[in-house]
């Protein structure tokens, strides 16, 4: 994978010439040649991108962060950043050039090949890039709930791009991230408490299971004995239902109050359930509460 002036300077550009010519080489785009005639890869159509869109090109977004390890989200658009100063002028239908005004030698990563940003930079522009809020929340508290990176390492970035786009909601996110929200539907349940102007919880508050275990509680309000979990798709299965109402029980039997909501009905049916915490929260404790639980762990 070489760029055709490099391709020329090795061989020169009569040889250059006849190798596409005879099919023995291929240009994918111009500018661009690929030193095989066989099907392109998948690492080969990135290397193609990055010479495609210029000497100071990169992978970013959330091409780079999947590159990085981030599972669980697709496209197939491969993203590239330019400095703002450089034009791409060359079409490639995966192509999608972003260009940036604060692109340094500290946002690349020193040694990954094809070369692409480091994995905070690349959740922050990925972010910024989704094409809706929730995507970019999403991205959000899956790169921190996968371990690749810590909010405040994206928080600090953050200050850098003060006209970045969803900056409030970015913020805001990484805030809720920090208080121990690691997945969209603890980042839903934390903006429905907020707008109805409900107590707010401890988030990711670990107890200790009957064999000695550290669970997590979704949210949990002390005061009150109260536990609510939120329920992602997964938990319908038979398996996982199981485990849910085994912890759920558990949880009861230690004097705690426990109310279970689906993610779809935090997000489509807010109102319900803020009534449903509200009339909880003002009824009293239930007698004989176990002390179990302790304060936020996120570690």
Do not use: K
């Amino acid at each position: 994978m070489l760029t055709t002036a490099a391709a020329i300077q090795a061989v020169g550009e009569s040889a250059v010439r006849w190798r596409l010519s005879t099919g023995r080489w291929q240009r994918p785009c111009r500018g661009v040649v690929i030193t095989h005639s066989g099907p392109v890869s998948d690492d080969e159509e990135l290397w193609v991108a990055v010479h495609a869109a210029g000497p100071r090109a990169v992978l970013g977004g959330l091409t780079a962060a999947r590159l990085g390890g981030l599972s669980g989200f697709t496209g197939r658009a491969i993203h590239v950043l330019v400095p703002a100063s450089c034009q791409v002028r060359v079409a490639l239908p995966r192509l999608v050039a972003h260009r940036s005004r604060a692109l340094t030698t500290a946002d690349v990563h020193p040694l990954r090949q094809p070369p692409r940003t480091r994995i905070a930079r690349s959740l922050l522009d990925a972010a910024a890039w989704s094409r809706t809020d929730d995507g970019a929340r999403a991205l959000l508290a899956a790169g921190v709930q996968q371990r690749l990176t810590r909010p405040d390492q994206i928080a600090g970035l953050l200050g850098r791009f003060p006209t970045i786009r969803r900056h409030a909601l970015i913020a805001s996110t990484l805030a809720d991230i920090s208080g121990g929200a690691q997945a969209l539907s603890e980042l839903d349940f934390c903006r429905l408490t907020r707008r109805y102007r409900l107590p707010e919880p401890d988030r990711q508050a670990v107890r200790r299971d009957e064999a000695g275990r550290r669970r997590w509680l979704d949210a949990y309000w002390d005061q009150a004995c109260l536990v609510v979990e939120v329920d992602g798709l997964w938990h319908m299965e038979a398996a996982a239902w199981w485990a849910d109402m085994y912890r759920e029980n558990d949880l009861t039997l230690g004097g705690l109050r426990v109310l279970r909501f689906p993610a779809f009905a935090v997000r489509d049916h807010p109102s319900a359930v803020a009534g449903q915490l509200r009339r909880a929260l003002m009824g009293a404790a239930p007698a004989g509460h176990v002390g179990q639980v302790t304060g936020p762990d996120i570690g």
